[in-house]
T-cell receptor
Framework: GQNIDQPTEMTATEGAIVQINCTYQ??????LFWYQQHAGEAPTFLSY??LDGLEEKGRFSSFLSRSKGYSYLLLKELQMKDSASYLC??????????WGAGTKLIIKP | GAVVSQHPSWVICKSGTSVKIECRSL??????MFWYRQFPKQSLMLMAT?????????EQGVEKDKFLINHASLTLSTLTVTSAHPEDSSFYIC?????????????FGDGTRLSIL
């Protein structure tokens, strides 16, 4: 079956670094997305990985290992506004998105 | 680019009312749009895939007669919640992709918060 696993909740301190992990099992694979969703709002696109390795985009980086079915989102220099849910989603062979349940990130001062 | 507009953003209505939600791609054409529902503190649940010029594809467990989807043009899809009841209260979000197939990200509308009294 198709499955995306990510932690339910994480807590980190302002200014620190946090890594949110995601493992996936999908029918075929055409890439992995990370989205950010603030409470009460729609998701916004953060990153897309289809090749192995690290993609850096400002304070946010995303990593993919296709052989391990594993990705992580790395957030540096955490700010209070980074408090949100982070959704991992895998694009399967039919180009359908399979969504994880999201990781709620709580930032403490 | 790739802006998706969703309207209305908030609806409060009585039980038994039908509610229509519009989803528009403002600066691109979308042959496929997606409708999601999200209950508080839960993940996004795909309800249906809206296809321009043909019938929508509904996910298992989603009643097609309850949630009517019309993809009238390449820039507009509508979701009508017919005879809404309190259990239909939820956050409804649409999304669209620039390419029908491919690795382009889905871009989301701002969502519609539906409250049925």
């Amino acid at each position: 079956g198709q499955n995306i696993d990510q932690p339910t909740e994480m807590t980190a301190t302002e200014g620190a670094i946090v890594q949110i992990n995601c493992t996936y099992q999908t029918s075929g694979f055409n890439g992995l997305f990370w989205y950010q969703q603030h409470a009460g709002e729609a998701p916004t696109f953060l990153s897309y990985n289809v090749l192995d390795g690290l993609e850096e985009k400002g304070r946010f980086s995303s990593f993919l290992s296709r052989s391990k079915g594993y990705s992580y989102l790395l957030l540096k220099e955490l700010q209070m506004k980074d408090s949100a849910s982070y959704l991992c989603a895998s694009l399967d062979s039919n180009y359908q998105l399979i969504w994880g349940a999201g990781t709620k990130l709580i930032i403490k001062p | 680019g790739a802006v998706v507009s969703q309207h209305p953003s908030w609806v409060i209505c009585k039980s038994g009312t039908s509610v229509k939600i519009e989803c528009r791609s403002l600066d691109f054409q979308a042959t496929t749009m997606f409708w999601y529902r999200q209950f508080p503190k839960q993940s996004l649940m795909l309800m249906a895939t809206s296809n321009e010029g043909s019938k929508a594809t509904y996910e298992q467990g989603v009643e097609k007669d309850k949630f009517l989807i019309n993809h009238a043009s390449l820039t507009l899809s509508t979701l009508t919640v017919t005879s809404a009841h309190p259990e239909d209260s939820s956050f409804y979000i649409c999304s669209a992709r620039v390419e029908e197939k491919g690795n382009q990200p889905q871009h989301f509308g701002d969502g519609t918060r539906l409250s049925i009294l």
